[in-house]
């Protein structure tokens, strides 16, 4: 719920990511813009790369 009043009062963005997987899974809306849909694929691939490095 807060992250909805962010996403709207305060023109936030917000990124998921499902960790526990054997790869990060990006979770975003058709209707996201580019700068949300970037933001859930930076950590995603952090994460993925760091999958890789054990």
């Known amino acids: ?5 962010l996403i709207h009062l305060a023109d936030a963005s917000a990124a998921g990511v499902v960790v526990g997987a054997r790869v990060p ?3 975003n809306n058709p209707a996201d ?20 490095k054990r």
Do not use: F, G, N, W
Not at 1 to 5: D, P, R, S, T, Y
Not at 36 to 50: D, I, K
């Open 33 to 52: 813009d580019t700068m949300t849909s970037m933001a859930s694929r930076a950590p995603a691939l952090l994460l993925a790369e760091h999958q890789t």
């Open 1 to 5: 719920m807060l992250v909805k009043q």
């Open 25 to 27: 899974l990006i979770l």
